[in-house]
């Protein structure tokens, strides 16, 4: 139980597009979904909070208007790369907590912008 | 600040070895964490930890809350254990924020 299903795995974007990645909680209702990006031997770092039906509390230094959050359903967390940037290449893995389990996470994303 | 701080950053050993992940951290937490990420990159929770020890198969973790410090253990090791192992905390009171604050992480490598 408690599975995230995050979509897509790998995309390869030109610089200035748009990319969404998409998390899915399959079983449980994510209230709160945190997303976070992890540079090659680096820790994961977190980069927003999303609630449900609210607006997402960001981290200190992640650009709001470059990473959209949306968090419309229970069920459904999307983060949109705005007019993407080679230096936005990376790893990205969204996660919920769920009551009395602990965290789950998606698979990731690996974003390459060419 | 809260760090995470893990031991070692690489590991290379032989099938059969028991092997000891360090984690030691700054601050008051609620819960720690192991986490098991696949070269693909997917992260799987192995255990959430508050107090005393947890064991799951070949797998056993414990913490030591006063000295802030706890260890992933995996005896009769495999090649299929290859992976990085990442311990992850959550700060009490993080200012509402539930996040994880995540090591870097220890590459494990077990030979054949």
């Known amino acids: 139980g408690a599975v995230v299903s995050q979509h897509p795995s790998r995309v390869i974007c030109k610089s200035g597009t748009s990319v969404k990645i998409e998390c899915r909680s399959l079983d449980f209702q994510a209230t709160t979904m945190f997303w976070y990006r992890q540079f090659p031997k680096k820790s994961l770092m977190l980069m927003a909070t999303?609630?449900?039906?609210?607006?997402?509390?960001?981290e200190q230094g992640v650009e709001k208007d470059k990473f959209l959050i949306n968090h419309a359903s229970l069920t459904l967390s999307t983060l949109t790369v705005t007019s993407a940037h080679p230096e936005d290449s990376s790893f990205y893995i969204c996660?919920?907590?769920?009551?009395?389990?602990?965290?789950?996470f998606g698979s990731g994303t690996r974003l390459t912008v060419v | 600040k809260n760090e995470v701080e893990q031991s070692p950053q690489n590991l290379t050993a032989q099938e059969g070895e028991f092997i000891t992940i360090n984690c030691s951290y700054s601050v008051g937490i609620s819960a720690l964490h192991w986490l098991q990420q696949h070269p693909g990159g997917g992260i799987v929770s192995l255990f959430m930890l508050s107090s005393g020890k947890k064991k799951h198969g070949r797998l056993i973790a414990t913490i030591n809350i006063q000295e802030k410090h706890s260890s992933l253990h995996i005896t009769a090791s495999h090649p299929r254990d290859s992976a990085v192992y990442i311990c992850a905390v959550r700060p009490l009171g993080g200012g509402g924020a539930d996040g994880l604050t995540f090591g870097k992480g220890t590459h494990l490598i077990i030979q054949p």
């Open positions: 996660s919920a907590r769920v009551t009395g389990y602990g965290y789950t």
């Open positions: 999303s609630n449900e039906g609210s607006k997402a509390t960001y």
